[in-house]
């Protein structure tokens, strides 16, 4: 299976920036990593996607970010990332990333979840 971690979140104030990171591990002779995504989750609210990043890097970002946030990926590194600028208090939430994981020998596939790192924007 693939696995992913997420880091990089905290406190910051309204106008500032964090970079999160999300770290794919596991056996890439077996598994293939397709689409990646960021979502969020704020207190009280559903889960939202907020960004995403097809292999051939077409990107879609939440109306609320665009313009503000970026998602990236080094795939050498097997890393994604969610720069975030210019940070709102509504963004705070819980930000998770998901991967869409291809399993080779079957030619189906899983979304893969990370544990979440929460992002506070507060004076």
């Known amino acids: 299976q693939v696995l992913l971690v997420e880091s990089g979140g905290g406190l910051v104030q309204p106008g500032g920036s964090l970079r999160l990171s999300c770290a794919a591990s596991g056996n890439f002779r077996q598994f293939s990593i397709n689409t990646m995504r960021w979502h969020r989750q704020a207190p009280g609210k559903q889960r939202e996607l907020v960004a995403a990043?097809?292999?051939?890097?077409?990107?879609n970002y939440l109306d609320a970010v665009k313009g503000r946030f970026t998602i990236s990926r080094d795939s050498a590194k097997n890393m994604l990332y969610l720069q975030m600028n210019s940070l709102k208090p509504e963004d705070t939430a819980d930000y998770y990333c998901?991967?869409?994981?291809?399993?080779?020998?079957?030619?189906?596939?899983?979304?893969?979840w990370g544990q979440g790192t929460q992002v506070t924007v507060s004076s």
């Open positions: 998901s991967a869409n994981i291809g399993i080779l020998s079957t030619g189906t596939s899983y979304e893969s």
């Open positions: 990043l097809t292999p051939s890097g077409i990107t």
